[in-house]
C-alpha cells in the first residue's frame, strides 16, 4: 500500500484562525479523502479530494469551512476555517488502493486542539 | 440514514481466547465491508476485507459475511494483549463514489 504521511501531526489552535493541513502520498492514487474523527467518535468522511475540480462535500460540510486543494495525484490539503472549539479533532486522509483498487488506506492524522 | 452498527464494548477476552466481533449495515445493496484496527493515538489500519458471503482467513482473522442477514463479523483465533484495540467495521456505499461508512467502533481487551 502507499505511504502517506500528513503535516501537522498535531497542533493547537486559537479560535477563528485556520489551519492548513498538508496529506502526501509517495505514489500517484486517483482518489484522496478526508476524514474527521471527533474525541471518542468513528471517522465521518468530509470530503472526496478530486484532482483538476473541486472537491466533494459530504453532507453538513461546506467550502467555505474546509476548502481542499488537489493539486496533483499524490497531494492534498485541507483547511479548516475560522475555527471553534468543535473542531477540535482527528483529521485524518485517506487513498484508494489495494490490489482490486477496493480498500482504503489512511494517514497517520492530525491532531487539532482549538482553544 | 444509511447505517452501520457496531456494540461499542469493551469486549474483554482472556489470552488465547477467540474474539468475536459483529457489525451489522442497513443499506442492503452494499458489496464491499472492511476491518480496520485502531490503536489508541493512531489512524485507522486495514486488516481485513470481504465481498463475498463466507469466510474469509488471514492468518489469525477470519471475517464472516452474510448479506442476507446484513451483518459482518470478525474473528481473532489466540487473542494477543497486542490485540487490544477498536476495531472499526466499514461498508462502502453504493451509488456515491467510493465513499464508506464506519461505524463506531468495538474496543477489545485481551487480558494476560
Known amino acids: 500500500s502507499a505511504v502517506i504521511s500528513q503535516k501537522p501531526s498535531r497542533d493547537i489552535c486559537q479560535r477563528g484562525t485556520s489551519l492548513t493541513i498538508q496529506c502526501q502520498v509517495d505514489s500517484q492514487v486517483t482518489m484522496m479523502f478526508w476524514y474527521r474523527q471527533q474525541p471518542g467518535q468513528s471517522l465521518t468522511l468530509i470530503a472526496t479530494a478530486n484532482q483538476g475540480s473541486e472537491a466533494t462535500y459530504e453532507s453538513g460540510f461546506v467550502i467555505d469551512k474546509f476548502p481542499i486543494s488537489r493539486p496533483n495525484l499524490t497531494f492534498s490539503t485541507l483547511t479548516v476555517s475560522n475555527m471553534s472549539p468543535e473542531d477540535s479533532s482527528i483529521y485524518l486522509c485517506?487513498?484508494?488502493?489495494?490490489?482490486?483498487?477496493?480498500?482504503?488506506?489512511f494517514g497517520p492524522g492530525t491532531r487539532l486542539t482549538v482553544l | 440514514q444509511k447505517e452501520v452498527e457496531q456494540n461499542s464494548g469493551p469486549l474483554s477476552v482472556p489470552e488465547g481466547a477467540i474474539a468475536s466481533l459483529n457489525c451489522t449495515y442497513s443499506?442492503?445493496?452494499?458489496?464491499?465491508f472492511f476491518w480496520y484496527r485502531q490503536y489508541s493515538g493512531k489512524s485507522p489500519e486495514l486488516i481485513m476485507s470481504i465481498y463475498s458471503n463466507g469466510d474469509k482467513e488471514d492468518g489469525r482473522f477470519t471475517a464472516q459475511l452474510n448479506k442476507a442477514s446484513q451483518y459482518v463479523s470478525l474473528l481473532i483465533r489466540d487473542s494477543q494483549p497486542s490485540d487490544s484495540a477498536t476495531y472499526l467495521c466499514?461498508?462502502?456505499?453504493?451509488?456515491?463514489?467510493?465513499?464508506?461508512?464506519f461505524g463506531k467502533g468495538t474496543r477489545l481487551l485481551v487480558k494476560p
Open positions: 443499506d442492503r445493496g452494499s458489496q464491499s
Open positions: 466499514a461498508v462502502k456505499r453504493q451509488g456515491q463514489g467510493f465513499s464508506f461508512i
Open positions: 485517506s487513498v484508494q488502493g489495494g490490489l482490486s483498487y477496493n480498500e482504503q488506506f
